[in-house]
T-cell receptor
């Protein structure tokens, strides 16, 4: 069973509302990723962190999406003004080692399924 | 996304084998991973390859050809419980990002 904990499992919001989801990475994993998996199962990378620092984020994330991984608190992903197209499964994943010659294994949480009505 | 392509569906029979194909055309390559995702569950890591050739891991084996931008995941002695989506993901140097294909849904029939 995954040790990456995501809450809530399901989130229902109206258009224009804020949507916030949280992720507790596996203990000892300093690297955290957020992905969006749409209804066609397409994965879209959103942002990743190493400890509290952003490694990379896509343009979409910079506009309406915000994310943080504060020390001693869960990581979070927030959509400031939800749109219908944001309806998807949001997956958080953590890793102990990343980059270079490392195996680059991600450990995923079960996801937060967001429905924007 | 980012040039990682997989067929949508694959069907096979219990006790036989299935080969899940993946092609990629990313600008750079730092290894390829395979994940299994059951309906309603998180993706689970299966295998990672960075060198050409076949890597035998028992029930799952993986093949990589970097010159052809091609990999496959081979499942042998299939069981019904192997029915799941299998995701191919390519990691790229200098970008710290793993790019996933949309997955191949494998259905194992009795």
């Amino acid at each position: 069973n995954s040790k990456v904990i995501q809450t809530p499992r399901y989130l229902v919001k109206g258009q224009g509302q804020k949507a916030k989801m949280r992720c507790i990475p596996e203990k000892g994993h300093p690297v955290v990723f957020w992905y969006q998996q749409n209804k066609n199962n397409e994965f879209k990378f959103l942002i990743n962190f190493q400890n509290q620092e952003v490694l990379q984020q896509i343009d979409m994330t910079e506009k309406r999406f915000s994310a943080e991984c504060p020390s001693n608190s869960p990581c979070s992903l927030e959509i400031q003004s939800s749109e219908a197209g944001d309806s998807a499964l949001y997956l958080c994943a953590s890793s102990r080692d990343w980059g270079g010659a490392h195996q680059n294994t991600l450990y995923f949480g079960a996801g937060t399924r967001l429905s924007v009505l | 996304g980012q040039g990682v392509e997989q067929p949508d569906n694959l069907m096979s029979v219990e006790g036989t084998f299935a080969r899940v194909n993946c092609t990629y055309s990313t600008s750079g390559f730092n290894g390829l991973s395979w994940y299994q995702q059951r309906e309603g569950h998180a993706p689970v890591f299966l295998s990672y390859v960075v060198l050409d050739g076949l890597k035998d891991s028992g029930h799952f084996s993986t093949f990589l050809s970097r010159s052809n931008g091609y990999s496959y995941l081979l499942l042998t002695e299939l069981q019904i419980k192997d029915s799941a989506s299998y995701l191919c993901a390519v990691s790229m140097p200098n970008y710290n990002v793993l790019y996933f294909g949309s997955g191949t849904k494998l259905t194992v029939e009795p």
